[in-house]
């Protein structure tokens, strides 16, 4: 089975500072990985996905992930925040033995402060 | 070249009635899944269909029911309406991205359907 927790359901940064969303993954096979963004009113867009390749993984929008299986850790980071970045962020995991179920985390609010 | 097309966007029903939300998959792509998001949750999945067959099912009861068109369009049907059904429904549909065995493929989202129930 496969789970997924994210920490913090509301992170608050400045603009131009770094922004760090943090995710945990529980899965009894080798996971896929996602990160989705979802701006008011609106459905989800992928940001960027892990799926056994580079564990170092660069998505759209200047965000990139770190897949570390010792830690079952997929935490977001961008160098630098943006206004536009403010939004809710989604991880989730996909069992990699083509299921294409996808269990998502809570969640986690980004507020980025001018 | 159209993404993930849902319709109605928005409705509102009162408990008890039934209700059919329409989606359109991204060209080329044959499965589709559709996934219920409460206000202020993570999505959960409800079920998904290729080759119009329904392939996997969350834990969701009866009342929801699907369908898979030869076009690889799909509707998601929920009978005898709850409060607790109030929530916003994606569909998400999949191609198929790899090699023979595995596939890597995303899942795109199409901005939902938001269901309120009176």
């Known amino acids: 089975a496969q789970s997924v927790t994210q920490l913090g359901s509301h992170v608050s940064v400045s603009e131009g500072a770094l922004v760090l969303l943090r995710c945990n993954y529980s899965s009894s096979v080798p996971p896929y990985l996602f990160w989705y963004v979802q701006y008011p009113n609106q459905g989800l867009q992928l940001l960027l996905k892990?799926?056994?390749?580079?564990?170092l993984v660069k998505g759209i929008n200047g965000f990139e992930a770190e897949f570390k299986k010792s830690e079952t850790s997929f935490h977001l980071t961008k160098p630098s925040a943006h206004m536009s970045d403010a939004a809710e962020y989604f991880c989730a995991v996909m069992a990699s033995s083509n299921t294409g179920k996808l269990i998502f985390g809570q969640g986690t609010t980004l507020q980025v402060k001018p | 070249d159209a993404g993930v097309t849902q319709s109605p966007t928005h409705l509102i029903k009162t408990r008890g009635q039934q209700v059919t939300l329409r989606c359109s998959p991204k060209s080329g792509h044959d499965t589709v899944s559709w996934y219920q998001q409460a206000l202020g949750q993570g999505p959960q999945f409800i079920f998904q269909y290729y080759e119009e067959e329904e392939r996997q099912r969350g834990n969701f009861p009866d009342r929801f029911s699907g369908h898979q068109f030869p076009n690889y369009s799909s509707e998601l049907n929920v009978n005898a309406l709850l409060l607790g059904d109030s929530a916003l429904y994606l569909c998400?549909?999949?191609?198929?991205?790899?090699?023979?065995?595995?596939?890597?493929?995303?899942?795109?989202f199409g901005e939902g359907s938001r269901l309120t129930v009176l």
């Open positions: 998400a549909s999949r191609g198929f991205e790899g090699d023979s065995i595995t596939n890597t493929g995303e899942l795109f």
């Open positions: 892990y799926t056994s390749a580079a564990t």
